[in-house]
């Protein structure tokens, strides 16, 4: 069932899978979908998706899915500067 407690879960679990990068999740379509922006050292973009719904997130598997294919893209693009 997607709840408050729920939503706020998924949302505090994908802000927190990117650190030392900066990620900000985002709920929106009438708290149905959810979307994320993954930012390096210098803000620029590092990473973003988009369109995933949280119903199918409230599955633990699949969200740690989503943050595996985030973290690879991440890599792939050279985009993981955290320091000078």
């Given amino acids: 069932m997607l709840t408050l407690q729920a ?3 998924i949302k505090a679990d994908l802000e927190g899978a990117f650190k ?3 990620c900000i ?3 929106y379509d009438t708290g149905q979908k959810l979307r994320f922006e993954v930012f390096d050292r210098d803000y620029d973009t590092a990473c973003e998706m988009a369109d995933l719904s949280l119903k199918a997130l409230l599955d633990q598997t699949l969200l740690s899915d ?3 294919r985030a973290r690879k893209q991440i890599q792939r693009s050279g985009r993981f500067r955290t320091t000078e």
């Fill in 20 to 22: 030392p990068l900066h």
């Fill in 25 to 27: 999740a985002q709920v």
């Fill in 7 to 9: 939503v706020t879960k």
């Fill in 66 to 68: 989503v943050i595996q």
